[in-house]
């Protein structure tokens, strides 16, 4: 695995040097520790014991670690730090890391910290937190390098030297007018390849590809991932060049919403929070609401036995392989609907194309379902030694349950798409249920033509 | 969305260059467009108009485009080059390009062409060959900037300038010693915004975060995410550097990995081939396996349901019940267990917490089974009308069913995982097959102990 001399060592020697009181060796060597494992050190230690080590980190690194730190562990520094030195720890932040941490607080406090700042900023934080919720606008920054056209290699670079410092990135500069819109976009690769006398204007890459503030973040991880950038910009309604979002934050947001899909597909309401951090209780609400309802769904079944309850009586064998037969239409159902499900999630299949995506599914489940009502009645009549026409019967259904259950898995995730749902919930739980009084119906459909008079 | 002035639109010009035969135009046109934009165009050609495309796209574009294209396009487009113009698209490739694309050659032709390599090229390849699949080696690529620790900023500058053109990534430069042992690494930003005269010495970062070659890339993946890096070095046993893997092959990876584990969840064998380019036989391949093996598991509850068959027949009423109360076992089961193997996929849960994961599931299961068992008496009381014990034996099993269901749910997972298998193995159909069983036998028995002397 990924060391550097190994993660862990390198904890146990923090927790060393600080138990042992040695500030100076401490500090020494949390300056060649990486900002990411000095917040894991920072969230083992007690509120004291936090701002102490906080205090000995230099300037960009406890910028950058306190940006990184859980809101629970925010609170408890910010609550040791003096007001001045907080309002200047915010200031310092990326700007997109001071709204996260702003959003976490209480809003009096926010109010008294916002009295304070400037104008420019408080309009800008007004701004920002007007964006929707999983918006490219909340998760842009707005601390990117501009170039003008008429800058030379050697301008751009005394430029970057300038400013570079408080810019979240400095390998992607965008070009803009006057009025801030873009004209282009140019790497810091080009700049320091090229000769000092080249002009920006014609370095610059014009096609620039860009996100909108409002659009969703999962479409934005969708452009990272197409094109492969490290950055991409952001533009208002008028197109003017507000923002950037770099490829860092955008790869929590691929495994963020594929733990969504997997939650829906569980039939539990998504929670972003971790589920090592829930309370049985709060995950329990998540769950009962689905259950209930599956539930209630499921008693659908109980009226289609009842109706069938002489078919049962007469040929009482027949009742043992009912559990059989739902597992099986319900497991191969649940393999087409999370299939569809994911498949539409990485826009490999889009709603459009639901004709050739059922098709396919019915012609895979004719394939498995021959095999397994083969095996099926070879078991039924050879292994549970029932009657000839019973092991015919249940042979003979999971065919029809497995095409049907394909079917139904594909065209129903397909469906809730294009209605506006989210295609996940339409998963293996549902799925189940419906598949399940399918199956019963088709089983002693079968039943009473091959047993004719039951 | 994401466009520059609508990736659709782009596609739809270059097209019509095409088909107005307007060479000039159209390599014009080519020039502005981003190569993963190109890529999609030719991959709507025919052999021949992507070949004359391909032919008018500059030199670095047609490298990126080739490195880009399906399996099947390329071998289209290598079919009409001559093999020495090929041999020179080869060599222009990234390594890891390269690699992939001789993976993809027909071996006689991967023969013909190595024999005609120079000798460190096809050494370089075998060695990269026998790396394993999936791991670090086979990710990474050998074009990386090496600085000295003795160099200034102005001699990073000027050889960065120099060899920059064939680097992959020129943002994170390695620093190495005479045996190429990594010493640590600096960074574009910190080399172009310090002055010309300081020593890359003082500017690198000694603890550098780094990957073996033999490490698995789901690791490789964990790791760009903890840190936020877009570039990591890969060292080989010995600790000398070999090769950087960069941020762009990993967001797939990422994606790559959820989609194996989607995959595994709904009980088919995982496949990295997109859904909507495979087959139905092949689909069927991939899931016949495990709907046999759970059709098999699931007769259990056949035999379960013979031996209480004189409970049915005393109280037929009961069998109504079944397939709902073995559904809902399911569902509960389901719902822990995915989200037990989503946790520990992301690394938010470990096996080692098994016994704090298993008794919250428990709180989990009682909670939801108290109200889930309400539920199903009022309902069975009130609507279904049955008797007070059968409504009162169906309540009282949904409580055992949901708590038992919760238990195992959770556990195998995180066994499969100590036992070294993949936990998503351990998903919902599994876990309802095994649910069904013990549900049957909780029902029964709560209603031998109900109901004396059926």
């Known amino acids: 695995m990924y060391t550097y001399k190994s993660s862990e060592n390198r904890l146990t020697e923090l ?38 080590v906080f205090r000995l980190l230099k300037k960009d690194d406890a910028v950058e670690v306190f940006a990184e730190l859980e809101p629970e562990e925010k609170e408890k520094l910010q609550a040791g730090l003096q ?35 400037d104008k420019e900023t408080r309009a800008l934080v007004n ?9 490219a606008g909340r998760l842009m920054t707005t601390e990117f390098v501009e170039l003008k056209p008429y800058m030379t290699v050697k301008d751009a670079l005394a430029h970057i030297k300038k400013v570079g410092h408080d810019m979240v990135t400095l390998y992607t500069c965008y070009v803009t007018s006057p009025t801030k819109e873009i004209l282009g976009y140019v790497s810091l690769r080009s700049i320091v390849t090229n000769k000092p006398d080249t002009l920006i204007d014609d370095l610059m890459f014009q096609d620039v590809i860009y996100v909108h503030t409002i659009d969703d973040q999962e479409d934005v991880a969708r452009t990272f991932q197409k094109y492969g950038f490290t950055a991409l910009p952001v533009v208002d309604k008028t197109d003017r060049l507000v923002g950037l979002i770099t490829v860092d934050d955008i790869m929590w947001i691929i495994e963020q919403e594929a733990t969504e899909d997997f939650q829906r597909i569980a039939a539990t309401t998504p929670d972003e929070e971790d589920y090592s951090k829930r309370t049985p209780l709060s995950l329990a609400k998540n769950r009962i609401p689905w259950l209930m309802f599956l539930m209630i769904s499921a008693t659908f079944t109980s009226t289609i036995l009842k109706n069938y309850q002489h078919v049962v009586q007469a040929v009482i064998a027949l009742n043992m392989f009912v559990p059989m037969l739902t597992d099986s239409g319900g497991n191969a159902g649940s393999q087409a609907s999370t299939l569809v499900i994911r498949a539409m999630a990485t826009h490999d299949v889009e709603p459009r194309d639901w004709v050739k995506v059922v098709i396919k599914e019915i012609t895979v489940g004719f394939i498995c379902g021959l095999a397994l009502g083969l095996v099926a009645f070879l078991k039924c009549y050879f292994f549970d030694k029932v009657a000839m026409n019973v092991a015919l019967i249940v042979g003979l259904t999971i ?10 898995g594909s065209l129903l995730p397909m469906a809730a798409q294009k209605l506006g749902f989210d295609p996940a919930i339409m998963a293996s739980p549902l799925i189940s249920t419906i598949v399940d009084s399918l199956s019963l119906i088709v089983y002693f459909t079968i039943a009473q033509i091959i047993i004719p008079g039951i």
């Open 83 to 117: 007001e001045r030195e907080f309002k200047e720890l915010l200031e310092d932040l990326n700007f997109d890391d001071m709204i996260d941490t702003l959003e976490e607080m209480p809003a009096a406090m926010v109010q008294r910290i916002l009295k304070s700042s």
């Open 15 to 52: 927790h060393y040097l600080l138990d042992k009181k040695r500030p100076n060796e401490l500090s020494q060597l949390l300056r060649r520790t990486n900002p990411v494992d000095i917040v894991e050190f920072i969230e083992e230690l007690s509120a004291e014991e936090a701002l102490v």
């Open 399 to 408: 065919v029809f349950i497995v095409v049907l259950a394909k079917a139904v």
């Open 127 to 135: 701004e920002y937190l007007n964006f929707p919720e999983d918006s």
